[in-house]
């Protein structure tokens, strides 16, 4: 018997209220599996530490293709952290593209701030080893 989602999603905030994040994962658990995106990026919030840092990105990635632009704002932060940028932005650019004024004000100063160059990467006219391609201005 399936419960109604928006009870499990209040149960789980009932039970974040006490403190109680075992519960409160467990409830949020059962309305993700009833594809809620927003228990999903809750969840997400819930194990986002450094020794879980990898369970937290796999429910950001849920709800972000879920259309949840929490989730994509998020999944974008952690992405950037780890120095996948263009990905990052990709999601940025999805939730800009939903509407969400935070990602469009992202983006807005990602455009204006000069990028740096990375110690390793290849100068003008050099070969990219990654892609074989070479570097124009």
Not at 1 to 9: A, C, F, G, N, R
């Amino acid at each position: 018997m399936s419960q109604d989602v928006e009870t499990l999603i209040d149960l789980g905030f009932k039970a974040y209220g006490r403190g109680d994040n075992t519960q409160a994962a467990r409830w949020w658990r059962m309305a993700a599996a009833q594809r809620r995106s927003d228990a999903m990026v809750n969840l997400g919030l819930l194990t986002d530490n450094p020794a879980d840092r990898e369970e937290a990105t796999q429910w950001f990635f849920r709800a972000a293709l879920l259309g949840n632009t929490d989730g994509m704002l998020l999944l974008s932060g952690i992405l950037q952290e780890q120095g996948d940028h263009v990905i990052a932005q990709s999601w940025l650019q999805k939730a800009s593209d939903l509407g969400d004024p935070r990602a469009i004000e992202a983006l807005a100063q990602a455009r204006n701030t000069p990028r740096r160059m990375e110690p390793n990467a290849p100068k003008h006219g050099e070969t990219d080893q990654l892609n074989d391609l070479t570097l124009v201005d």
